[in-house]
């Protein structure tokens, strides 16, 4: 029997694995509602998933072994100015695969998909005690620019 490939790499997702990519993404909505802060991102500020074939809001799947255990999700965002800002809306990689690479490949396809559409830099979010995440975008090239505060109400 050959042994599985443990490289990682990342495609644009297609149709086929809509089911997958669903099913990533509630366990990436579990992950992020159980973090400090996630409750209102999942309620609030956490985005669909596009179709396939949405050309505004590309997406790619990480794949392990032949397996796809990761998504990420992008779109640009044109601003006042005229200039075009890459957006990470969403990245995930399955619990058990992480720290092989999956997230990398799939980083870098975005990036590269970014840099061809005209954007000047690329925003992602991580929600506040999400060291990984954070770690992950900074070894990417990310540096913080902005923290959203949150005030709630203890009676509610």
Same mark, same amino acid.
């Given at each position: 029997?050959? &042994?599985?490939?443990?490289?990682?790499?990342?495609?644009?997702? #297609? !149709?086929?694995?809509?089911?997958?990519?669903?099913?990533?993404?509630?366990?990436?909505?579990?992950?992020?509602?159980?973090?400090?802060?996630?409750?209102? =991102?999942?309620?609030?500020?956490?985005?669909?998933?596009?179709?396939?074939?949405? !050309?505004? $809001?590309? &997406?790619?799947?990480?794949?392990?072994?032949? *397996? /796809?255990? +990761? =998504?990420?999700?992008?779109? $640009?965002?044109?601003?006042?100015? +005229?200039?075009?800002?890459?957006?990470?809306?969403? /990245? =995930?990689?399955? !619990?058990?695969?992480?720290?092989?690479?999956?997230?990398?490949?799939?980083?870098?396809?975005? #990036?590269?998909?970014?840099?061809?559409? +005209?954007?000047? +830099?690329?925003?992602?979010?991580?929600?506040?005690? *999400?060291? *990984? #995440?954070?770690?992950?975008?900074?070894?990417?090239?990310? #540096?913080?620019?902005?923290?959203?505060?949150?005030? $709630?109400?203890?009676?509610?």
């Amino acid at each position: 029997m050959p &042994a599985l490939s443990r490289v990682a790499t990342a495609r644009r997702w #297609t !149709a086929p694995d809509v089911d997958t990519v669903a099913a990533l993404r509630e366990a990436a909505m579990v992950e992020a509602a159980s973090s400090r802060g996630g409750d209102l =991102y999942v309620t609030r500020s956490a985005v669909s998933l596009p179709a396939p074939d949405d !050309a505004e $809001r590309p &997406a790619w799947v990480g794949i392990l072994g032949g *397996a /796809i255990v +990761g =998504y990420l999700l992008g779109r $640009r965002d044109h601003l006042s100015d +005229g200039r075009v800002l890459g957006v990470v809306d969403a /990245i =995930y990689v399955d !619990a058990a695969c992480r720290g092989v690479g999956v997230g990398e490949e799939m980083m870098a396809a975005a #990036t590269a998909w970014f840099r061809t559409e +005209g954007c000047f +830099g690329v925003d992602a979010l991580a929600l506040p005690g *999400a060291r *990984a #995440t954070k770690n992950f975008f900074e070894e990417s090239g990310f #540096t913080a620019r902005m923290l959203v505060m949150h005030h $709630r109400f203890r009676d509610r």
